[in-house]
C-alpha cells in the first residue's frame, strides 16, 4: 500500500475526501505553501485533496508540511465545495511528523513522581494521571533520566503538557512548564482549575518541542465531583 502519510479506508469507492491539519499552536496548513498560517474557515484554502487507490475506496494524500506536533480531521465532502462545517467529519488524530512521516523513535528513560512511566528506545509507556474535577491542577514533577540512569539536561527547553480525547483529539494544552532540579531535568505541570470543569476520560502527552520529542503520555482522568464555591 502507498506510504503517503494520510491514508483513510472508507471501504465505499467514488467519494470525495480531504484533510484539514493544524500544528500545535492552531495555524492551518495551506497546501502548497511553506508553512502554517492562520487558520480561517475558508475550507478550500486548507484542503489537502484525498486520492482514491484504483477503486479499492481507500483514500491517501500527501503531507509536505515543517517538522512540528501535527493534528488533523478527515472529511468526506458533501457539496461542490468543501465546507469542514457541514462536511461529515470520518475520523480526527495526532501525532509528532517528522517533515516525512508521522511518529519518531524516543531514546530516553523517564521516571515520574507521582506518576509512574517509563521510556525505552522508540516506545513510550502508558502511565495514568488522575486530576480532580474543579480543583488545581497538579504539580506533577516529571524526572527525566538517560538510558544510563544520569539526569537528562533540559535547560533551555520548551516543554509543554498537551490533553487530547480519547480519540485524540486537541483539547488544551500547558505551556512552558518549568524545569528544575540538580541536573535541570525534573518537569512540573501545574496550574489551576482552568481545565479540570470537565469531567471525563481523556489522553495526556508530555512534549519537549525544543527535540521535537516525547517524553510521557498516559490516560488522563477527571473524575466527576459536586463543584463547591
Known amino acids: 500500500m502507498s506510504a503517503e502519510p494520510f491514508q483513510f479506508n472508507l471501504q465505499t469507492t467514488g467519494q470525495t475526501l480531504y484533510v484539514v491539519a493544524w500544528d500545535i499552536n492552531g495555524n492551518g496548513w495551506e497546501p502548497g505553501g511553506s508553512t502554517f498560517i492562520t487558520f480561517t474557515t475558508t475550507t478550500s484554502n486548507f484542503k489537502i485533496a484525498m486520492t482514491e487507490v484504483g477503486s479499492t475506496g481507500y483514500y491517501i494524500a500527501p503531507f509536505t508540511a515543517p517538522a512540528g506536533f501535527t493534528r488533523w480531521n478527515y472529511f468526506k465532502q458533501l457539496g461542490d ?5 457541514t462536511d461529515t467529519l470520518l475520523a480526527v488524530g495526532s501525532d509528532y511528523w517528522t517533515g516525512t512521516s ?5 531514546t530516553a528513560n523517564v521516571t515520574v513522581n507521582p506518576v509512574s ?17 474543579y480543583a488545581a491542577f497538579g504539580p506533577y514533577q516529571f524526572a527525566i533520566v538517560d538510558s544510563t540512569g544520569s539526569p537528562k539536561n533540559l ?12 480519540q485524540a483529539q486537541f483539547l488544551w494544552e500547558i505551556t512552558s512548564c518549568p524545569i528544575s532540579g540538580a541536573g535541570n531535568n525534573v518537569v512540573t505541570v501545574n496550574e489551576g482549575a482552568t481545565h479540570t470543569g470537565t469531567a471525563g476520560k481523556f489522553r495526556y502527552v508530555l512534549r519537549d518541542l525544543t527535540e521535537n520529542s516525547v517524553l510521557a503520555r498516559g490516560p488522563l482522568a477527571i473524575p466527576s465531583d459536586a463543584n463547591i464555591e
Not at 117 to 132: K, M
Request: charged fraction near 5%; charge should be negative; glycine fraction near 8%.
Open 81 to 85: 465545495s468543501p465546507n469542514a462545517l
Open 102 to 106: 508521522f511518529g519518531q523513535a524516543v
Open 117 to 133: 512511566v517509563t521510556v525505552s528506545a522508540g516506545q513510550v509507556s502508558e502511565s495514568p494521571i488522575t486530576a480532580y474535577q
Open 155 to 166: 535547560s533551555g527547553h520548551s516543554i509543554t503538557f498537551v490533553a487530547e480525547t480519547s
